[in-house]
């Protein structure tokens, strides 16, 4: 992130590394219970009660990483990768989407097709007709929610399509390929459930809001169709959404700048650094290549308003030098 980014934004580095360093401290506290244990872990303490403080916590502790995260994005992006794959983790491991979805574009080591099989197979119980919706066949309850489904229909899809593949795929692969691995039935099964949501989900036309921006569901059906049927025309389809969202980020960074107390002091109620924009060009950049997502990017920041292009700029430089192994 260069300094010119920060002037747009008006923003002080250091601003920026104490927002990261309260954050980050904050999670650091949360994880080591550090908030009475002794008295939430009682002997009189229910294990309900108990396990409902300890969801918490973990979940504040994501929160905090990802915030931490975020404002990273503006100083140090090895920093930031790292703190929001610790989110990931923690997110993935309560089975929300979005945590999957932290995880496919910043962890090292990605969760492979038998980690998010389960979850695909029971969203697609909730779409298809006539199928039970209750009990066993409910998913975890994070996934009941459309935009925690939003976030792991386009993690899935990196996972199935994505690590390296730099070429454009016109086909799912044959389990007898000689490139396919041990996990080739389970991924062409994630990728037929996966054809199934894009097709029939009631979500690919929805306008529900998801992320900070209020991006309508239907921008990552669509993001997700792109990536899981990649052709001539998906690296354009993927910017051409990313280019609206960081009009949406745009107009909400002018609105929020106009209170010059809570933005001078990094308290303004609107996410600085987008994770959304970043994430999705990350996992784009993962099944269709690096290079080629890197030149569409550039190729889109010519001629973008200065703030729209912010989150654009700060997503390349999110990018790895090369394809992922």
Do not use: K
Request: net charge negative.
């Amino acid at each position: 992130m260069s300094e010119r980014e920060l002037d747009l934004l008006r923003i002080d580095p250091d601003q920026a590394r104490r927002a990261a360093d309260f954050f980050e401290s904050y999670a650091a506290t949360l994880s080591r219970g550090l908030f009475d244990p002794a008295q939430r872990h009682g002997p009189h303490t229910s294990t309900a009660v108990s396990d409902v403080a300890d969801w918490t916590e973990r979940v504040d502790t994501a929160t905090s990483l990802r915030l931490a995260g975020q404002w990273a994005m503006l100083f140090d992006t090895e920093r930031a990768r790292q703190l929001l794959s610790a989110a990931g983790e923690i997110l993935h491991d309560l089975g929300h989407g979005f945590g999957t979805y932290l995880r496919v574009a910043y962890s090292a080591e990605a969760p492979g097709v038998s980690q998010v099989a389960s979850h695909i197979e029971t969203m697609v119980g909730r779409q298809e007709p006539h199928s039970p919706a209750e009990g066993d066949n409910l998913p975890p309850e994070p996934l009941s929610h459309p935009q925690q489904q939003a976030y792991l229909l386009v993690a899935a899809t990196g996972v199935v399509r994505g690590f390296g593949a730099g070429h454009v795929v016109a086909a799912p692969p044959s389990e007898s390929d000689p490139g396919m691995h041990g996990d080739a039935a389970p991924r062409r099964r994630v990728q037929r459930h996966l054809r199934f949501l894009i097709s029939e989900s009631p979500h690919r036309r929805g306008v529900l809001p998801v992320g900070a921006l209020g991006t309508p569901i239907r921008v990552y059906w669509g993001i997700a169709s792109s990536l899981l049927r990649p052709g001539p025309d998906s690296t354009d389809s993927v910017i051409s959404h990313l280019r609206a969202m960081a009009q949406r980020y745009s107009t909400a960074v002018d609105l929020a700048m106009a209170n010059e107390r809570l933005w001078s002091n990094g308290a303004a109620p609107v996410d600085v650094c987008d994770v959304d924009i970043t994430t999705l060009s990350l996992i784009a950049a993962r099944v269709l290549g690096v290079d080629r997502f890197r030149s569409a990017l550039r190729s889109a920041l010519h001629g973008t308003p200065e703030v729209q292009s912010v989150p654009l700029r700060i997503a390349e430089a999110m990018l790895p030098d090369a394809d992922w192994d």
